[in-house]
């Protein structure tokens, strides 16, 4: 059994004066690479929206230096700064000293909550939240079924008409609920297997909010691997990655769930696993540096984040058959453009299998957009907790698309296709925001109606 306060490789203290106290603190040698030189200042989204210093990396970095060197205390001010945050580690990318911000805040944020006590709210949400119901897939799904029904039933209709939302626990959040897929992702420990010659063999994560709101894209992924003579095994006993966890300092939680995943998808050998959401790529890709002080597990840890490939990046590399199926309407090509979703274009450095899959598509014409690599303003729980920040981020995100002039805006994580959604239908505008993927399988489904990928309008 492994305890919780084994301390994490972010917690070599230099300083005795620290006002971060206990396991995972954030490591003064990560802090002091800062040299305060403000490159990262113009790719941060909140620095870029306010202006202010305090909302930039370079002054979140000053915070903790002023919390480990004891000058501050960890306040609720300094805690406002740090939570406005959006872990999209744009800094980390131009940050020419090698600051690992990710890491950083991750262990930041984890210290904050065992040290800052939150309002009675705050903390009986995130305990529901990433106690109650993240860790648990039965009880996430039955949640998700019940708002299902919500939704489809016409309550939700009444409950927005009548306003009888606002009374309920909760109301004020209602509206940024995302559609549920009329059918969830259930990992049951279903192999899907190609129909000729097997080219590799790989697991899959379904996740947690990915297979409620994008079951069928998680279904489009199974069918593009097998088309591509890959053998998809999805493991029962796999849960949430613990990604919302770790960002939001709940990494106790998030270690249970990565032990849990590191059992079920080391059940059976494989050649990769396979992740369609960037922020569970992400996490999974740093499993050892979340476990690396828990001698059973580290190893095994460090094999699930090798294992871990994003599904552009394993396609790119396994060569993916060319679609030949037009995405063209009535002899016009469809216009689409590309948001890097930070936990793949940032965190996994993952650029450009994407839109090498959307240049393979016959009949797209791809259009790049400006500031494709700022965060929509999603980043996982944020758009639920900082909801002021993460409004404007969204509605300058669909600016950004409309001035595209793309038709579809393509991306590869749920959080991204949500806020995208709900920020150009706030905006009034009707562009479709698609994962790459439901693009690729849909080119592969008409090439095959058509026989010869023609335009099928
Ligand atoms: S770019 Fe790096 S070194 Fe420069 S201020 Fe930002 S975090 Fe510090
Ligand atoms: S992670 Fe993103 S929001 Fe946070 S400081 Fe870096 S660039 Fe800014």
Same mark, same amino acid.
């Given at each position: ?32 690479? +800062?040299?305060? +030189?403000? !490159?990262?200042?113009?790719? +941060? ?52 000293? %090698? ?47 019940? &708002? ?14 009548? %306003?009888?939302? @606002? ?9 940024? &609920?995302? #559609?549920?897929?009329?059918?969830? !992702? ?12 097997? @080219? ?6 379904? %996740? ?14 199974? $069918? ?8 998809? =095994? ?24 990565? @032990? ?6 080391? #059940? ?28 059973? =597990? ?25 679609? @030949? ?12 453009? =590309? ?17 090498? &899959? ?7 014409? !791809?259009? #790049? ?23 404007? &981020? ?21 959080? +991204?296709?949500?806020?995208? #959604?709900?920020?150009?239908? $706030? ?18 489904? $008409? ?11």
């Amino acid at each position: 059994m492994t305890t919780e306060s084994q301390q994490s490789p972010t917690t070599a203290r230099t300083s005795n004066t620290s006002n971060f106290r206990g396991p995972d603190v954030p490591s003064p040698e990560d802090m002091y690479k +800062c040299v305060h +030189c403000g !490159f990262c200042l113009q790719v +941060c989204p909140t620095y870029l929206e306010t202006g202010l210093e305090a909302e930039s990396p370079r002054g979140r970095i000053a915070l903790m230096k002023a919390v480990e060197e004891g000058r501050a205390e960890i306040s609720e001010s300094i805690v406002g700064h740090w939570d406005m945050c959006l872990q999209c580690r744009a800094c980390e990318v131009v940050c020419p000293s %090698g600051v690992p911000y990710g890491r950083l805040m991750e262990a930041t944020r984890a210290n904050v909550e065992r040290v800052f006590k939150r309002g009675f709210k705050a903390r009986r949400a995130r305990s529901m939240g990433f106690k109650g119901v993240l860790p648990n897939p039965k009880r996430l799904d039955r949640i998700g079924g019940l &708002l299902r029904f919500y939704q489809k039933s016409g309550l939700q209709t009444i409950a927005r008409k009548t %306003g009888a939302i @606002r009374l309920a626990p909760g109301g004020s959040l209602e509206k940024y &609920l995302p #559609e549920l897929g009329d059918k969830f !992702f259930v990992a049951s420990g279903q192999i899907i297997r190609p129909a000729g010659k097997v @080219r590799a063999r790989v697991a899959l994560l379904g %996740g947690c909010v990915m297979r409620l709101t994008h079951g069928a894209t998680l279904e489009a992924v199974t $069918r593009v691997l097998a088309r591509n003579g890959v053998e998809v =095994y999805v493991p029962e006993a796999q849960g949430c990655c613990g990604a919302l966890n770790a960002h939001a300092g709940e990494r106790d939680t998030a270690r249970e769930m990565a @032990r849990r995943n590191i059992d079920a998808f080391l #059940e059976v050998e494989t050649d990769a696993i396979i992740v369609a959401s960037a922020g569970c790529g992400s996490t999974m890709k740093e499993y050892h540096e979340l476990l690396a002080n828990d001698p059973e =597990y580290v190893e095994k840890a460090a094999v699930v984040a090798e294992l871990t490939k994003d599904i552009h990046e394993f396609l790119a590399d396994l060569t993916f058959e060319p679609p @030949r199926g037009s995405l063209a309407t009535e002899g016009k090509d469809l216009k689409v453009t =590309y948001q890097d979703s930070c936990h793949l274009g940032q965190a996994q450095r993952i650029t450009a299998p994407p839109r090498e &899959l959307l240049n393979a598509i016959p009949g797209i014409e !791809f259009v #790049e957009m400006e500031e494709s690599m700022v965060c929509c303003g999603s980043a996982g729980t944020y758009s639920l907790i900082e909801q002021g920040m993460s409004l404007r &981020l969204g509605r300058r995100k669909a600016e950004r698309i409309v001035a595209s002039g793309a038709d579809v805006v393509a991306t590869a994580n749920p959080g +991204c296709v949500i806020q995208m #959604e709900q920020a150009l239908a $706030r905006a009034g505008e009707g562009a479709q925001v698609r994962y790459v993927i439901d693009l690729l399988d849909e080119s592969y489904r $008409r090439g095959d109606e058509d026989g010869d990928g023609a335009d099928t309008s």
